[in-house]
């Protein structure tokens, strides 16, 4: 790329920031409504997952041939391209009919945002001198955060006062400024005329990657020993081989495996998939968390969640000076370890937690966010070949978006578990309460027994149950039994009171477990973290030791 002034990368920034910050936006913006999704599409926490899932999925499946389009068509024009869809079906996601129709339509969004997040990294490393490539990272780090900050507030806003639509009706006039800013501002780019799109690359990570996802997400439902679940982590191992083979004999592969030589870039994939499963799941359990056990709005939660990506905001242009001049790997430790402690202090939060003790600790996990994020990129990009920073790109954005997917499906997983333990044991407390109220008349004891009985785990998992999680359980009486007494008539708000004591207390306890799984995860990124290079492109020349591809058979070129 021709050398672009001082002053003309700064636009150029600008212009791609606006891509990133759409891109990202969605992923934390549409956490805060899932409450308002779930209520008004009827759908269950399984389903709405998928409203995530399905764009950190599609993501994570195609970030890595997006390197490869990018250098065959031009970043610029498949920047743009990128644009204009995630804006078109960000109108399309407003006007959703149904859960089914809305995940479709997240599906596409990812279609644009594919195009936008790796390539907008590739942009800025190359409107940058080397020398400042730790700054340009903790920038594009700091613009992630940005949108991460706006997202929960934003979001919030927009549901408490419009609807759920409004969080990708936002989307389309920023879509257009930032088509106008790129056309204008953002220089073309073409690197190889010769690029090919490995299309069986494609196909079996998404074969692998779909499959995966699907058990992880479907496993409580369906049985974890079940046909159907034990088919799926079948073809994910199948598919996972054979994309391994595939990529090390294709000419040119979607991704490189040989780059994993490079460790300092392999750590980085392993921090991003660590950081996606720590953060994505524990977010998303946290906004119902707060909505339905805590009692906040939509809004409230919002503003609880905002000083987690505002502190990350606020740290990582900082640290990614901090890299250029002493290196990743303290950064990188430091950023491990408060992600770590962040997340073991919210597994203690309970239905009687405030704002601030949900602000204190969302502001630990921003210093995790801004120590580490702009240290492992950094490293990362900082070893691997210019020839191949887009793969890279990709297959760092693919690791995250990778965790994403995981970390929802795992933690939903751990939390369909502890839930369902949670109300068995709730409505054992309940009937003992019940029954020990002697002067309660035996219709009334035999009406409240009975709707106790009534109430399942199943119930209690889906749209209706997030609100039982708030409520306790649903009503024992909806109007006191006919011939009741005004004193009999006295008894029934405390024992209701009792009750949904009980199934508050029970039910808010099932979201310890998820938190402490995101916590183990997030403390392994200490494991990456120590083996990171103690300067940038510290093992820059490993990459000389990557071997020629062994070609496949005349006729099967990809």
Same mark, same amino acid.
Request: a neutral charge.
């Given at each position: ?7 003309? @990368? ?26 308002s ?7 269950s ?9 399905s ?9 890595l ?6 250098d ?19 109108? &399309?996601a407003? *006007? ?18 594919? +195009? #936008? ?9 190359? %409107?940058?001198? $080397? ?9 594009w +780090? ?50 190889? +005329?010769?690029a ?31 046909? @159907? ?13 054979? *994309?391994?083979?595939?990529?090390? $004999?294709?000419?040119?592969? #979607? ?19 660590l ?13 119902? *968390? ?26 990582a ?8 001049r ?34 204190? $600790? ?36 693919t690791? $995250?978006q ?10 939903? &997983? ?32 035999a ?6 009985? &009534?109430t ?6 889906? %749209? ?12 024992? *009486? ?18 209701? %009171? ?14 310890r ?40 058979e ?5």
């Open positions: 790329m021709t050398t672009v002034s001082h002053a003309r @990368r700064w636009l150029i920034l600008l212009a791609v920031s606006l891509g990133l910050f759409m891109a990202l936006l969605d992923a934390t913006i549409v956490n805060i409504a899932v409450p999704i779930m209520k008004d599409l009827d759908a926490i399984a389903s709405v997952s998928w409203v995530l899932n764009y950190n999925l599609a993501l994570a499946v195609l970030f041939s997006v390197g490869r389009i990018a065959r068509f031009g970043q610029k024009r498949l920047f743009m391209l990128g644009l204009g869809l995630f804006t078109a079906f960000s109108l &399309a407003g *006007f959703a009919p149904s859960i089914d129709w809305l995940i479709v339509f997240r599906v596409g969004q990812a279609l644009g945002a594919a +195009a #936008m997040v790796p390539i907008s990294l590739t942009i800025l490393l190359g %409107a940058f001198p $080397r020398s400042q490539h730790g700054l340009a990272t903790g920038l +780090a700091a613009l992630g955060a940005v949108a991460a900050a706006l997202g929960p507030s934003l979001g919030g806003v927009l549901t408490e006062y419009g609807s759920w639509q409004w969080i990708f009706f936002i989307n389309v006039p920023v879509g257009i400024a930032a088509l106008l800013a790129s056309w204008r501002l953002v220089p073309e780019h073409k690197r190889a +005329a010769d090919r799109i490995d299309i069986g690359g494609i196909v079996l990570s998404a074969v692998a990657l779909s499959a995966l996802t699907l058990a992880l997400i479907q496993g409580n439902e369906w049985g974890w020993e079940s046909g @159907r679940i034990l088919g799926l982590f079948a073809a994910a191992v199948a598919g996972a081989l054979a *994309f391994v083979v595939w990529e090390r $004999r294709a000419r040119q592969p #979607m991704l490189d495996l040989r780059l994993f030589r490079i460790r300092s870039f392999a750590g980085a994939n392993a921090a991003f998939l950081m996606g499963v720590a953060m994505m799941g524990s977010v998303f359990l946290l906004v119902i *968390f707060m909505v339905n056990v805590m009692g906040f709005s939509e809004l409230k939660a919002g503003i609880a969640i905002t000083p987690m990506p505002i502190t990350g905001l606020l740290l242009p900082v640290v990614g000076k901090l890299v250029d002493w290196g990743p790997r303290l950064p990188a430790v430091v950023g491990a370890l408060a992600f770590g402690a962040g997340l073991l202090a919210m597994s203690s939060l309970d239905a009687s937690a405030t704002l601030s003790d949900v602000a204190w $600790r969302a502001i630990v996990l921003g210093v995790g966010m801004g120590f580490a994020m702009p240290s492992f990129m950094a490293s990362g990009m900082g070893s691997v070949p210019e020839e191949h920073g887009g793969v890279a790109s990709g297959a760092i954005n690791a $995250r990778l965790g994403f997917v995981l970390g929802v499906a795992v933690l939903v &997983a751990v939390f369909s578990h502890t839930m369902t333990t949670a109300v068995n044991d709730a409505k054992a407390e309940a009937v003992r309460v019940v029954e020990s109220h002697a002067s309660l008349p035996s219709a009334m004891k009406q409240a027994l009975a709707t106790l009985e &009534a399942s785990a199943d119930e209690l998992t889906g %749209a209706a149950g997030a609100e039982a999680a708030g409520s306790g359980a649903a009503r024992l *009486f909806d109007a006191a039994p006919a011939g009741a007494t005004p004193e009999q008539e006295a008894q029934l708000a405390p024992l209701q %009171a009792e009750i949904e004591e009980a199934y508050k207390r029970q039910i808010g306890g099932a979201f477990v998820p938190f402490l799984v995101a916590a183990a995860a997030a403390f392994l990124i200490l494991l990456p973290a120590i083996f990171t290079g103690r300067h940038l492109g510290a093992h820059a020349g490993d990459h000389e030791r990557v071997r020629t591809p062994v070609p496949l005349e006729g099967a070129e990809c």
